[in-house]
């Protein structure tokens, strides 16, 4: 039986795929990953930043939330999974449900891309927003319930204000990172 | 294997929802096996510990140098108000001296038995692990010396918390602030115990004192040895209200931003006696057996 490949997606001049190019397209796509990976590092080191241990949850779920409406490929689900189990291990908190809010968010991310990679800037924001609220307002159910008591609700209440308050500057972050990093990965 | 495309479709969906019921058996293995997440964070805290390190050290010279820069600012008037105070601590100075002269002399009429020395190690907090809902700090120690659960730290100048986990090269201890501790203490002044309860804010909250007997604003709180591991009279920190009918413990020591804490190994140094009449019991899991004098001889048997 003949084989038939489509066409590629982009027609044009196409580098050749050795080594160096694997590698370099290997790292650019990796580069959602090790974002995440390397704020939960830097985040979890004695910076004596304020507000740092609200900080790393916020920007961890609007990269994840961003990746996930808009390039599915290169955040996967397995890849939130393990990201989370390393969030988890850095934080003292009660183990999983770091974990499990994050795949929540690359859920709700996933499900609705299709409308939300359309629509507006400002929109996208209001909608991360009401995310970060129910999330938030779950870790915070789970917490006390593994608690066995009701813990202070105010951390969690300036996690999601810093959480909807960060999300510009990380988009612009992650237009400029898709535009010039990642683009380049041609998947085909 | 070759698949249909429906069928990788299919698992593709399967994914997410496995992943997320996978995630709920971790949150409830993490409330079931505490041990093996504590385990394995406490190794990956340990690998990281150097690296926190190397963090934390430009921060402290930092510090040190500001702090520096502000002492030469004030040079003058620190001075003047160190000369001050240098003649009200002569005065105390030779109070201290007269009572210890005297505390000694009571002492050998009493054949009074001296305390031992605590042994401790001493470690830089190379990392706060204070989330949302515990304050607690990672200390990087020397892998020879043995820490144990349990361990008092102390800054300079206060009760800091207890160890709760031990690794190789980090220990955790968690701190009196935490919504966790609760502790026995005695208010010096009114002479009453209480119990000492963090609630993830700055100020722990003083509970259970007597009604008769309420805590006097700015009376210094110290340890009350009613627990083994935790001898009496360490330093905690001094009542204030916050407002009408709550108490609070203002620490003595610093709790924002702690450098360096010495762990004190207060294990064992009382052991209470046996009660007399007391019967040891077996341990579980071993049949008990009877006392030799009830015990059927084989060689004698039943008729002797």
């Given at each position: 039986?003949?084989?038939?490949?489509?066409?590629p997606i982009r027609p044009g001049i196409h580098p050749r795929s050795g080594l160096g190019y694997r590698i370099d397209h290997g790292m650019r796509s990796s580069v959602p990953c090790l974002f995440?990976?390397?704020?939960?590092?830097?985040?979890?080191?004695?910076?004596?930043?304020?507000?740092?241990?609200?900080?790393?949850?916020?920007?961890?779920?609007?990269?994840?939330?961003?990746?996930?409406?808009?390039?599915?490929v290169l955040?996967?689900?397995?890849?939130?999974?393990?990201?989370?189990?390393?969030?988890?291990?850095?934080?003292?908190?009660?183990?999983?449900?770091?974990?499990?809010?994050?795949?929540?968010?690359?859920?709700?991310?996933?499900?609705?891309?299709?409308?939300?990679?359309?629509?507006?800037?400002?929109?996208?924001?209001?909608?991360?927003?009401?995310?970060?609220?129910?999330?938030?307002?779950?870790?915070?159910?789970?917490?006390?319930?593994?608690?066995?008591?009701?813990?202070?609700?105010?951390?969690?209440?300036?996690?999601?204000?810093?959480?909807?308050?960060?999300?510009?500057?990380?988009?612009?972050?992650?237009?400029?990172t898709y535009r010039f990093v990642v683009n380049n990965a041609d998947p085909s | 294997?070759?698949?249909?495309?429906?069928?990788?479709?299919?698992?593709?969906?399967?994914?997410?929802?496995?992943?997320?019921?996978?995630?709920?058996?971790?949150?409830?293995?993490?409330?079931?096996?505490?041990?093996?997440?504590?385990?394995?964070?406490?190794?990956?805290?340990?690998?990281?510990?150097?690296?926190?390190?190397?963090?934390?050290?430009?921060?402290?010279?930092?510090?040190?140098?500001?702090?520096?820069?502000?002492?030469?600012?004030?040079?003058?008037?620190?001075?003047?108000?160190?000369?001050?105070?240098?003649?009200?601590?002569?005065?105390?100075?030779?109070?201290?001296?007269?009572?210890?002269?005297?505390?000694?002399?009571?002492?050998?009429?009493?054949?009074?038995?001296?305390?031992?020395?605590?042994?401790?190690?001493?470690?830089?907090?190379?990392?706060?692990?204070?989330?949302?809902?515990?304050?607690?700090?990672?200390?990087?120690?020397?892998?020879?010396?043995?820490?144990?659960?349990?361990?008092?730290?102390?800054?300079?100048?206060?009760?800091?918390?207890?160890?709760?986990?031990?690794?190789?090269?980090?220990?955790?201890?968690?701190?009196?602030?935490?919504?966790?501790?609760?502790?026995?203490?005695?208010?010096?002044?009114?002479?009453?115990?209480?119990?000492?309860?963090?609630?993830?804010?700055?100020?722990?909250?003083?509970?259970?004192?007597?009604?008769?007997?309420?805590?006097?604003?700015?009376?210094?709180?110290?340890?009350?040895?009613?627990?083994?591991?935790?001898?009496?009279?360490?330093?905690?920190?001094?009542?204030?209200?916050?407002?009408?009918?709550?108490?609070?413990?203002?620490?003595?020591?610093?709790?924002?931003?702690?450098?360096?804490?010495?762990?004190?190994?207060?294990?064992?140094?009382?052991?209470?006696?046996?009660?007399?009449?007391?019967?040891?019991?077996?341990?579980?899991?071993?049949?008990?057996?009877?006392?030799?004098?009830?015990?059927?001889?084989?060689?004698?048997?039943?008729?002797?």
């Amino acid at each position: 039986m003949k084989n038939f490949t489509p066409p590629p997606i982009r027609p044009g001049i196409h580098p050749r795929s050795g080594l160096g190019y694997r590698i370099d397209h290997g790292m650019r796509s990796s580069v959602p990953c090790l974002f995440v990976f390397f704020v939960a590092l830097v985040l979890s080191a004695p910076l004596n930043l304020p507000g740092q241990v609200e900080l790393m949850p916020a920007i961890i779920m609007a990269a994840i939330f961003l990746w996930s409406v808009f390039v599915p490929v290169l955040m996967p689900s397995i890849a939130v999974f393990m990201l989370g189990i390393w969030v988890d291990i850095l934080s003292f908190g009660p183990a999983g449900v770091m974990l499990l809010t994050m795949l929540i968010v690359h859920g709700i991310a996933l499900s609705g891309r299709y409308t939300l990679a359309r629509v507006n800037f400002f929109v996208l924001w209001f909608v991360f927003g009401v995310v970060m609220v129910g999330v938030t307002a779950l870790q915070w159910v789970l917490c006390s319930a593994l608690a066995l008591h009701i813990v202070e609700f105010l951390p969690f209440v300036f996690e999601t204000v810093l959480a909807f308050g960060s999300f510009p500057v990380l988009y612009t972050g992650f237009v400029w990172t898709y535009r010039f990093v990642v683009n380049n990965a041609d998947p085909s | 294997m070759p698949v249909s495309i429906q069928f990788r479709q299919a698992l593709g969906k399967l994914v997410l929802p496995a992943l997320i019921l996978v995630a709920c058996g971790v949150i409830l293995l993490g409330k079931a096996d505490r041990p093996l997440i504590e385990k394995l964070r406490m190794q990956t805290a340990d690998l990281l510990a150097p690296a926190y390190g190397l963090v934390a050290w430009p921060q402290a010279k930092l510090r040190w140098l500001s702090g520096n820069l502000q002492d030469i600012r004030n040079l003058e008037a620190e001075n003047i108000r160190l000369r001050a105070e240098n003649v009200s601590l002569r005065h105390w100075y030779d109070v201290a001296a007269a009572l210890a002269d005297e505390n000694a002399a009571l002492k050998s009429n009493l054949h009074w038995i001296p305390d031992n020395a605590p042994a401790f190690v001493t470690g830089r907090v190379v990392r706060d692990t204070s989330g949302l809902y515990a304050r607690a700090v990672l200390l990087a120690i020397n892998p020879d010396t043995a820490v144990r659960k349990g361990g008092i730290a102390l800054d300079g100048s206060g009760l800091v918390g207890r160890v709760t986990e031990v690794g190789k090269r980090s220990v955790r201890v968690l701190l009196i602030t935490d919504s966790s501790s609760r502790l026995p203490v005695t208010l010096e002044s009114s002479h009453a115990a209480a119990i000492m309860a963090g609630d993830n804010t700055a100020l722990p909250r003083i509970i259970f004192y007597p009604q008769d007997n309420v805590p006097i604003e700015g009376e210094r709180v110290v340890t009350n040895g009613e627990i083994e591991s935790l001898p009496a009279g360490l330093p905690v920190g001094h009542v204030h209200y916050v407002r009408p009918g709550q108490p609070v413990v203002v620490p003595a020591a610093a709790l924002d931003h702690i450098d360096i804490l010495r762990i004190f190994d207060y294990e064992d140094t009382v052991s209470p006696p046996d009660a007399p009449g007391r019967v040891p019991l077996p341990n579980v899991g071993r049949t008990m057996s009877l006392p030799s004098q009830f015990q059927s001889r084989p060689d004698q048997g039943l008729h002797g």
